[in-house]
């Protein structure tokens, strides 16, 4: 498993952005499909998007495609998700994940996971 820390959450109005950070530990990060998830109150964790270990590949759910956009930074053990035009709907407790391999959307293919940081966007 990696060890992951998140960072950038907060309180922001709607229409604005935020950007996330995942820190990673280890020497094997670029081996590391990642990921970010969400959950709000009430619903069930959601995936968010997911990136491959070489940044080459990305992948969105369709309600944040063209409004959220990940990357890595594997040379600092690094993923970002920058969040544009956010809505009152985008308010969660947002997760970073880890697996070894290939991307998945499922949450339980993930092993490794931070605590999370909460996006509050008022409306």
């Known amino acids: 498993q990696v060890q992951l820390v998140e960072s950038g959450g907060g309180l922001v109005q709607a229409g604005g952005s935020l950007r996330l950070s995942c820190a990673a530990s280890?020497?094997?990060?670029?081996?590391?499909?990642m990921a970010w998830f969400r959950q709000a109150p009430g619903k069930e964790r959601e995936f968010v998007a997911a990136?491959?270990?070489?940044?080459?590949?990305?992948t969105y759910a369709a309600s944040v495609k063209g409004r959220f956009t990940i990357s890595r930074d594997n040379a600092k053990n690094t993923v970002d998700l920058q969040m544009n035009s956010l809505t009152f709907e985008d308010t969660a407790n947002y997760y970073c994940?880890?697996?070894?391999?290939?991307?998945?959307?499922?949450?339980?293919?993930?092993?490794?996971w931070g605590q999370g940081t909460q996006v509050t966007v008022s409306s």
């Open positions: 994940a880890a697996r070894f391999g290939m991307v998945l959307a499922a949450f339980r293919a993930y092993n490794s």
């Open positions: 280890g020497r094997t990060f670029s081996s590391y499909a």
């Open positions: 990136i491959d270990g070489s940044g080459g590949s990305k």
